[in-house]
């Protein structure tokens, strides 16, 4: 099956709820909520993707074949001429970079595309709990307010200044982490073309794949 860039619109924004119609939000492939990774290839490929840089050596092997698998689906979807011109901001890990699980995975997806201009641009202070593991721990989704707080620009990074962004991340929920980085970098650099770029978007189970009739 040939890849495709899909943007989200007028039929799936409202399942992200921090988007609005002014957010050009793009993904490639969905992955199920609620789901383990037997549930589909890209449940599977999402949770590899996240395992931790201090998992055994074995899941580790397969966190660097989706980090190869993710930049390839990326090259081959994006637009050459855009790309370009563009600057990869990715997403900053969840865990500053002397924690042991600090997890620079969208970076390594960025350079395996790969591409010239990529840039930590936005850096986070302190360690949060990543956003797929919270409500395991019983927390609720980090808010906004949160991430603005501990989001900042790199000052050391920003020369040229970038006129095309793509935010990359995984995984497309909220969209909390993309506003939060997008209100970072649009004070920064107003005249910036900023768009979201992501592996892949939530969805949620339908009744037949709960195990439930369709009505």
Not at 102 to 114: F, G, K, L
Request: hydrophobic share 40%; net charge neutral; glycine share 4%.
């Amino acid at each position: 099956m040939t890849l495709r860039l899909l943007q989200i619109d007028e039929t799936n924004v409202g399942d992200h709820w921090h988007l609005g119609a002014q957010d050009r939000c793009f993904y490639i492939w969905e992955y199920t909520s609620g789901r383990d990774f037997s549930f589909s290839q890209t449940n599977d490929l999402i949770n590899n993707l996240k395992k931790k840089p201090t998992a055994s050596a074995a899941q580790l092997r397969h966190k660097d074949r989706a980090i190869g698998v993710c930049g390839e689906a990326l090259r081959v979807t994006l637009n050459a001429e855009w790309l370009r011109t563009a600057t990869i901001v990715p997403a900053p890990p969840s865990k500053s970079p002397a924690h042991p699980d600090y997890d620079e995975r969208m970076r390594r997806v960025a350079q395996a595309i790969p591409h010239q201009d990529v840039r930590a641009l936005v850096r986070q202070a302190g360690d949060f709990v990543a956003s797929h593991e919270r409500a395991n721990q019983g927390l609720n989704r980090i808010s906004l307010e949160e991430l603005l707080e501990a989001y900042s620009i790199d000052e050391a990074l920003v020369a040229p200044p970038p006129m095309r962004i793509a935010i990359l991340d995984d995984v497309l929920t909220n969209g909390t982490h993309y506003l939060a980085m997008k209100t970072k970098l649009i004070e920064r650099f107003p005249h910036a073309e900023i768009i979201g770029l992501f592996i892949a978007r939530r969805v949620f189970p339908t009744p037949e794949a709960a195990g439930f009739p369709p009505l």
